[in-house]
């Protein structure tokens, strides 16, 4: 079974320059979640999608972070325009629907921003 | 009140001990308590898993002591090798009911040597 596929695996930018990531969450998987993960720190949710539709935004910087989940398939996330403090590794994971207690998340590789 | 604290930040054993790493949390509706363990250029992987009505669980070399009433819950890697170097992170849920949800600990940068 293929894993959660990112790209790219790395970004350099000027800050105030614009870039977007991607991701394909494993197939079957309704929910998916990009995470910041700033060096030397735990992931942070940023955004979490259940099929097409927004379960949980509230930590996304809505003025210069975007994302969306076309189809229920991909998902794309933008930062426009980029600060330095945005230098992190963009994590996105997915998982299936499930009732009951406990799941799994499956992260990919991930993509290294650096805003310079 | 969603934070997860993590200690100790970095932890250096020689091969056969065993590392321990501790978490605690403050929200009571957390319901799934998993352990991650990334290696460089990784994502983090699901290492082992509790809920909190089981005070221990292990896996292999791997056990997850659950102390409910401090709200803390720890790892240990059992007889540990050098292949076992990695970020480990604690996280906790509250489940369905929050979206699954996962809150992160800072992580512990384990470095088992020969």
């Known amino acids: 079974e293929a894993g959660v596929a990112q790209s790219p695996r790395y970004k350099i930018i000027e800050k105030r320059q614009s870039v977007a990531f991607w991701c394909n969450p494993i197939?079957?998987?309704?929910?998916l979640y990009w995470y910041q993960q700033i060096l030397g720190q735990g992931p942070k949710l940023l955004i979490q999608?259940?099929?097409?539709?927004?379960?949980?935004d509230s930590q996304l910087p809505k003025d210069r972070f975007s994302a969306e989940r076309l189809k229920g398939v991909d998902s794309t996330l933008k930062i426009q325009p980029a600060k330095l403090e945005d230098s992190a590794v963009y994590l996105c994971?997915?998982?299936?629907?499930?009732?009951?207690?406990?799941?799994?998340?499956?992260f990919g590789p991930g993509t290294r921003l650096t805003v310079l | 009140q969603q934070q997860v604290k993590q200690s100790p930040q970095s932890l250096i054993v020689q091969k056969g001990g065993i590392p321990i790493i501790n978490c605690a949390y403050e929200?009571?509706?957390?319901?799934?308590f998993p352990w991650y363990q990334q290696f460089p250029g990784k994502g983090p992987a699901l290492l082992i898993a509790i809920r909190p009505d089981v005070s221990e669980k292990k896996e292999g070399r791997f056990t997850i002591s659950f102390n409910k009433s401090a709200k803390q819950f720890s790892l240990h890697i059992m007889d540990s090798q050098p292949g076992d170097s990695a970020t480990y992170f604690c996280?906790?849920?509250?489940?369905?009911?929050?979206?699954?949800?996962?809150?992160f600990g800072g992580g512990t940068r384990v470095l088992v040597k020969p």
């Open positions: 994971a997915s998982s299936l629907d499930r009732a009951g207690w406990g799941y799994e998340q499956f």
């Open positions: 197939s079957g998987h309704a929910t």
């Open positions: 999608f259940q099929n097409n539709g927004v379960v949980d």
């Open positions: 929200n009571t509706a957390f319901d799934y």
């Open positions: 996280a906790a849920s509250s489940g369905k009911a929050a979206g699954n949800k996962l809150t």
